[in-house]
């Protein structure tokens, strides 16, 4: 079994490069913070440092090794303020991920919403990222539950997840537009409209699907501009700059001038992904991703 405090010690002297730093840094003698790296090296049977009179360094295994343990200290951190959590009778708090998606279809929301009037003693902390951010942060235990647009891989020895939405496009059109007027509406009266392109931040696989399934509908966008946020393709789209598409979760959130039509025709969905870590600690964890998942159609995925 590993000693929490040798490893402590060694994450100090990898910091370092200096026993003698080190020790001062620990508050302790050089000679016993020497023993206790070489008591580690021996334990594990791996040679953590490269030694000279001049300094000290870590071999390619001590970087390897370094990384994981400030993993394992942070969780170890973690644990132990969750374990004076629940022996004061506190459940603890939530650390969730999400990207913007997740507000604007209201997952999310419904969800802390749900919680509050359940338990509304539990803290929660809410961070915007990105699904690789997010999936990093959940493998070092920094997030209990992530809202991501892209799942971790199937075989992912630690993280698992559930689909917990795939919404429907809508086309957003100035209301002065000619096509606003139309009763329904076909391929090809888009494909020669100046459009306002929602290229979102968190991959360019979403883009690249996005164009492929336009080609495949039988139109292909003149994209005229570019924006990150759909939020601001809508602006752009109010101020008569071209046409757009954007998920159905915003249909409220349309600002003056904008329509929105269904395209009953087009396959194209925004997936929504819960994500969390197999070893679950606390029932509360277990919980808020039960009401997450609350409500999820019969159509989608079962969890992996």
């Known amino acids: 079994m590993l000693d929490i405090r040798q490893l402590q010690y060694f994450v100090a002297v990898a910091e370092e490069e200096h026993v003698g730093r080190a020790a001062e840094r620990l508050h302790i003698s050089q000679s016993p913070l ?4 070489a008591q580690l090296e021996e334990k594990l049977g791996l040679t953590l440092f490269e030694r000279s009179l001049q300094r000290i360094r870590l071999t390619r295994d001590g970087r390897t090794f370094l990384t994981e343990t400030r993993a394992f200290l942070v969780h170890a951190t973690r644990l132990e303020a969750m374990a004076r959590r629940l022996g004061r009778g506190d459940e603890g708090g939530l650390c969730i991920g999400y990207i913007d998606s997740a507000m604007h279809a209201g997952v999310l929301p419904d969800g802390l919403r749900t919680l509050r009037a359940e338990r ?5 902390a809410l ?3 990105h ?3 997010q999936v990093e942060g959940l493998r070092q235990r920094s997030l209990d539950i992530a809202l991501l647009c892209e799942p ?3 075989d992912d020895a630690d993280l698992d997840c559930a689909l917990v939405r795939s919404e429907p496009m809508l086309l957003a059109l100035p ?5 606003a007027a139309l009763p329904t509406l076909a391929p090809a009266d888009l494909a020669a409209q100046d459009w306002i392109l929602v290229r979102h931040k968190e991959t360019a696989l979403q883009h690249d699907n996005f164009i492929a399934e336009c080609a495949r509908a039988g139109f292909t966008p003149h994209v005229r501009m570019e924006a990150t946020e759909p939020m601001t393709a809508l602006g752009l789209v109010g ?4 046409i757009a598409m954007v998920q159905q979760g915003l249909r409220h959130q349309a600002p003056p001038g904008v329509v929105l ?15 969390w870590h197999r070893i679950n600690l606390r029932p509360l964890v277990a919980d808020f991703r039960a009401m997450l998942l609350d409500g999820v159609t019969a159509m989608t995925p079962p969890a992996r």
């Not at 020497?34 to 790296?37: H, L, M, P, V």
């Not at 101020?239 to 071209?242: S, V």
């Open 127 to 129: 961070y915007n990222l």
């Open 152 to 154: 971790p891989a199937p």
């Open 34 to 37: 020497s023993r206790q790296i």
């Open 175 to 179: 209301d002065s537009h000619p096509l």
């Open 120 to 124: 509304p003693q539990v803290h929660v």
């Open 261 to 275: 039509r269904e395209l009953p025709w087009f396959s194209y969905r925004t997936p929504l992904w819960v994500a």
């Open 239 to 242: 101020a008569g700059l071209g």
């Open 131 to 133: 699904s690789v951010e």
